[in-house]
């Protein structure tokens, strides 16, 4: 009795190195796709409109390529009427270039730094990241001079 008992035990501690090495390969942080990234259509906060992600010559960009209301009250194209550059303000805003610049951080596989965000809202361009949440949710943080000083808008993708 005592032999078959020390002979299950060893038997199931063999077991124990290769379940071991199964669970960390399958663990999540394991298996994460490294080509996730957000490039793709994103809905912005609310669903007002649809941002497009893409490559940009090795650094992400995206414009606006879809407005939920895409006329003014006049019944005129939606331009961007706020920029301090008055040569810019005819400007649609469907189409309208709003994101730049940003390269992958060296540090996480889900983040992108070092852009621009422009908000038509209020012709004003920020510093931003993004982070990449899980394949379908997009954390943006645009900010003024340090990122804690920011404000961060959650984006849902479309496709």
Known sequence: MRTR???????????????????LVASPAATADP?????????TVGGGSHVK???????????????????NKKGKDKVDSENPDPSLRTRKIAGLALLSGFVQDQGSPYAWTGGKIYNPDDGKTYSCNLTL?????????????LSFLGKTQIWSRVK
């Open 5 to 23: 008992m020390l002979t299950m035990r060893l038997a199931l501690a063999g077991l124990g190195i290769p379940i071991l090495y199964l669970a």
């Open 35 to 43: 080509a996730i990234t957000p490039i793709g259509v994103w809905a």
């Open 53 to 71: 992600i893409e490559d940009c010559g090795g650094k992400l960009c995206g414009a606006i390529i879809w407005l939920k209301e895409p006329f």
């Open 133 to 145: 949440q899980d394949p379908g949710t997009l954390r943006v943080r645009g900010y003024v001079g």
